[in-house]
């Protein structure tokens, strides 16, 4: 169903003239923007790869062979390790283990940051005072030392604990920035009118200040993500995390502790490394297109030609504010007399 024509007036010396111009709403905006838009892909792919990668994989990741430091070949794409096994095979598999973890890291860490300071802003009072002190005893809270403490604690500790562990580290943050935008929200007209109606305060705050924080969020989302996808391959790579399980982080341990660069056995840690820094631009193209996607002026201010309402396109140049008109200014006795002066 299209959008409404919406019909504009003008006020001319002649008298008023009505034209009907078509205003179309965009839809899927954010989608639009090419950076969002590159940055989904990718996380699309990545997301694929970690469901179906320990399917997909030509051979087992543990498994050994007479193979030993091959570089790749059409036997094995990204070559093999020292025991022989196959680094094509391992990218694969670990896929899944770094995607768990970020993913759910910043799952947890959004929804106690939703809770916790959207609630403490809106509530106000001896709620606010609470939530804001619980908020800013876990932002004191080094996320990095408490999850190898955790790590080391506990053999056993998988993915799973250390996504829970990241995720209950990393949302006060959040909590904070939320808390301060919920508090410059609660008092606009639309939520007073909502609860004038009698609306109960968690209607109010899922139905009126939720969809007006939901940039915000989602930005907080990604960043947490790229927080948690770097714990985990830090934790793998220093060797504090299990090391039977596959990631890109176990990767890179066994290649630094077997000195793959001493021996030129450069494709052992360059399809991790690469992997690691996609998913991180990835990420990162998706939190710019959120900030262009907000702000309107980011949203403009890579376009180098702007039209005007008479269809004449101006040029934007660095340091320029032009002012678009569509009719000349009338000319005053003041800025006739400055001519004639001039």
């Not at 919406?6 to 965009?26: C, D, L, M, Q, S």
């Not at 934007?316 to 006739?336: C, D, K």
Request: proline share 6%; net charge positive; with cysteine.
């Amino acid at each position: 169903m299209s959008a409404p024509a919406t019909t504009i007036t003008a006020v001319t010396p002649e008298g008023p003239e009505v034209a009907a111009a078509p205003v179309k709403r965009r839809r899927l905006r954010f989608v639009a923007n090419p950076k969002a838009a590159t940055g989904l892909v990718v996380l699309a792919f990545f997301c694929l790869i970690a469901i179906i990668g320990p399917w997909v994989a030509p051979y087992d990741p543990s498994a050994r062979s007479s193979d030993l430091i091959q570089p790749p070949s059409g036997k094995h794409w990204f070559g093999t390790t020292h025991l022989g096994q196959d680094i094509f095979s391992q990218v694969l598999v670990g896929t899944r283990g770094v995607m768990f973890v970020g993913l759910l890291a910043g799952l947890v860490a959004t929804a106690l940051s939703i809770l916790i300071g959207v609630s403490a802003g809106f509530l106000g009072g001896a709620a606010d005072d609470s939530l804001s002190a619980l908020s800013n005893v876990f932002l004191v809270i080094p996320a990095l030392p408490l999850i190898i403490i955790v790590a080391s604690t506990i053999p056993s500790a998988g993915d799973l604990m250390v996504a829970l562990v990241i995720g209950f580290t990393s949302w006060a943050w959040g909590a904070r920035v939320l808390r301060a935008q919920t508090l410059s929200l609660r008092r606009r007209d639309y939520v007073e009118a909502a609860r004038a109606t009698g609306e109960s305060t968690w209607r109010i705050i899922t139905f009126e200040i939720m969809p007006n924080l939901t940039a915000i969020i989602a930005s907080g989302f990604v960043g947490t993500v790229i927080f948690a996808v770097m714990s985990e391959i830090t934790l793998a790579f220093i060797g504090i995390s299990t090391i039977s399980e596959w990631n890109w982080g176990t990767i890179l341990f066994w290649a630094q502790s077997q000195q793959a660069l001493a021996q030129g056995a450069w494709w052992w840690f360059v399809p991790a490394g690469l992997a690691i820094a996609v998913l991180g631009t990835a990420l990162s193209l998706i939190n710019f297109g959120i900030d262009e996607f907000v702000s309107p002026r980011l949203r403009s201010s890579g376009r180098s030609r702007v039209k005007t309402k008479d269809g004449h396109s101006v040029r934007m140049r660095v340091g320029f504010t032009p002012v678009l008109s569509s009719q000349q200014a009338p000319v005053t006795p003041v800025a006739r007399r400055r001519e004639e002066v001039a």
